[in-house]
């Protein structure tokens, strides 16, 4: 493996692959550099001297200004560098698209077609509770179902969409909820749901059934706890019902232009924008050309970076949706008196991310090159194919759980310092080095840390992860799975009641 890497020939930093020593020499371009101090894998080396204002560059772009003097070999981060950005921005529009370089192969996957026309990669049973007080009874209602029947398929798997929502709420929370639930009850990854009320509810069931409109009785049942003797009794009579409608339930092939990709990133380091990220981009531009659809959200990591996505809007329209998701994030920041540049996190940061635009940039390379096709605000769904961009925070939890309620079948999350959590549909977690892949095996489902390695193809790895996640949209459970670690997380922004 090299020692170090020079993204761009414009960068004035290089990138440490492995821990640095103290007085270590390292060629770059032909010259060799004294390293000055010890200096972290993934963090960043000063390739020129650096005075005070200067610009320090990587990915061919600046991603912050030196506090003080660098001198080259010395070691470049939070204590020597501080972010350009500042305050909100105008923004104009000019268009800079690219040619997708994959053709569309054909491919496809074994998936269930839905009577509403959608197609889903699980075939799970989902109790979605209209409000967090019936959450305990949803899981009696599992458990009982599972004691009484002694074969559960054709469900895959069953799950309580457990949250704290759905009364007390006002205004543009109240509305998120809903959305987020409606949302939910109506992806194609269920076989069947039970909404599950309590009966005195904000979140009226009544309201909710509307909101729906036309669902398959045999598929979404309905059920209002105060409304009967024995709820639990109750509610799994409805699930029976589901399960035996279920029962001639099988995968077809179905073309990968049906695949609907969640895009996101979580405990980044400094390599997640030259492996990890990267690689998704790729897969994302791939299943782009198969006539497939990805998303990418975490609006306050696009933050340094959304000119890229701003230049590549498809119309004019896109382009001003696509301003308004930014500037709109960013007087959220502003409303609540909190500062908009507020990031990397810790983690990022001994991980070897040093600014917000570092992160942005390593950031937004999930999304490939293709055109932005679209703007979803927050708790809306997918309605065009092509790149998405959606409103959600950074948040893991809140942002994978909106990416799943927009349609997505998988979110592929990206992570160099590792996490096990996962959202209501598969979590496929992607390492940006090889050790925390070897660390946490049960968390990490795909390695991208090889593309570190000399001899290591792009090109293969990226065919190995097209494969991968076939296999996985057939039925392959990942590792979120199969740890169960399932969560339903919702945007709260005021006040609670």
Known sequence: MKEIMQITEQDNIVLALRKLAKDEKIVV??????????????????????????????????????????????WVHTHNTKTNLSGTQEYSYKQKLTENPFQNEQLTFKGYKRSNGLVGIRNELWIVPTVGCVNGIAEKIIKRFEKEVNDIAPFDNMLVFKHSFGCSQLGDDHENTKKILLNAVNHPNAAGVLVLGLGCENNEMVTFKESLGNVDDNRIKFLVSQYVTDEIEAGVELVKEIHAHAQNDKREDVPLAELKIGLKCGGSDGFSGITANPLLGRFSDFLIAQGGTTVLTEVPEMFGAETILMERAETEEVFHKTVALINDFKDYFLTFNQPIYENPSPGNKAGGITTLEDKSLGCTQKAGSAPVVDVLKYGEVLQRKGLNLLSAPGNDLIASSALAAAGCHIVLFTTGRGTPFGTFVPTMKVSTNTPIYEAKPHWIDFNAGTLLEDDVSPELVLRDFIDYIIQVANGEFVNNEKNDFRELAIFKTGVTL
């Open 29 to 74: 371009n032909g010259s060799e550099i004294v390293i000055k101090q010890e200096v972290d894998r993934g963090h960043k080396v000063a390739l020129k001297d650096l005075k005070k204002g200067d610009h320090v560059m990587k990915y061919g772009f600046p991603i912050g200004h030196a506090l003080e003097d660098i001198g080259v070999g010395e």
